[in-house]
């Protein structure tokens, strides 16, 4: 089994910054593919950015140029890294993780989400 924990959500103005992190835990698994996931109210949720272990990103195009997505393969945690943040940043934030795991085999995980709102 694997827990992903997420913080650093919150309140933010226009133009700010946040970090938001994701740690999973567990036993007997290999994180492949880590990445997050958002969705604001009355809307489809979107995929906002992955990282693939040993390298590769990809990020939604409202995103690019704004966000990083980086990893601490030693320490199973993703980091996405969020500058200059409008309005429409707002929603909730979750993030994912692709692993392999030694009994059960290839499975996907969830973080529990956390809230992101950008004002003007």
């Known amino acids: 089994q694997v827990q992903l924990v997420e913080s650093g959500g919150g309140l933010v103005q226009a133009g700010g910054s946040l ?10 698994f290999r994180v492949n593919t880590m990445g997050w996931y958002r969705q604001a109210p009355g809307k489809q949720r979107e995929l906002v950015a992955t990282t693939i ?29 969020m500058n200059s943040l409008k309005v429409e940043d ?14 059960t085999g290839a499975g996907v995980y969830w973080g529990q989400g956390t809230q992101v709102t950008v004002s003007s």
């Open 19 to 28: 970090r938001l992190s994701c740690a999973a835990s567990g036993s007997d």
């Open 53 to 81: 272990s040993g390298g590769g990103t990809n990020y939604a195009d409202s995103v690019k140029g704004r966000f990083t997505i980086s990893r601490d393969n030693a320490k199973n945690t993703v980091y996405l890294q």
């Open 90 to 103: 707002t929603a909730v934030y979750y993030c994912y993780t692709l692993v392999q795991a030694v009994v």
